[in-house]
Structure formats: C-alpha cells, structure tokens
C-alpha cells in the first residue's frame, strides 16, 4: 500500500512563525515511520528565501533527471 501525505507551508504561515525569512537559510527536516514496516525514513530540505528583486534563471538544459539520495548540480544566474 503506498500513500502520499503532502506536506507544504505558505510563505505567509512560515512569516507568521519566524517573522521576515528574506535572506535566510530555511531548513527543513523531516522523519517518516511506516508503521506497517516498521521503519522510520527521514529527509532534508535547505532553501534561501531572495527578495524580490532579485531574479534567478537556471543555466544548462531544460531537461534534469532527479534521482533520490543522489546530488545533483544546477548552475543559476542572478540578475538585481
């Protein structure tokens, strides 16, 4: 049986908690136990919250494979 229980926060609810985050180091941990198996998988997201202003394109191919527990590369460009 697989299951899905997404799990998201508006920029708006993350400000009600932490206040301004612009220019901040979000990090987000997470631990998952599957009661049927018995075991508890977990994981981790790191993102910086940029004004406004600031506009971001990723440079490269359009096209990226995402592989789980595998690092990947992505080159941007900043324009202010």
């Not at 799990?7 to 941990?29: Q, T």
């Amino acid at each position: 049986m697989e299951r899905e229980i997404p799990i998201s926060w508006s920029l708006e609810e993350i400000r009600e908690v932490f206040g301004d985050v612009v220019g901040r180091g979000l990090w987000l941990k997470a631990w998952f136990y599957d009661w049927i198996l018995t075991e508890t998988q977990n994981a981790t997201a790191v993102t910086r919250v940029l004004p406004d202003s600031v506009h971001v394109r990723v440079i490269g191919r359009h096209v990226r494979t995402f592989k789980p527990r595998a690092p990947f590369d992505v080159h941007v460009s900043r324009e202010l």
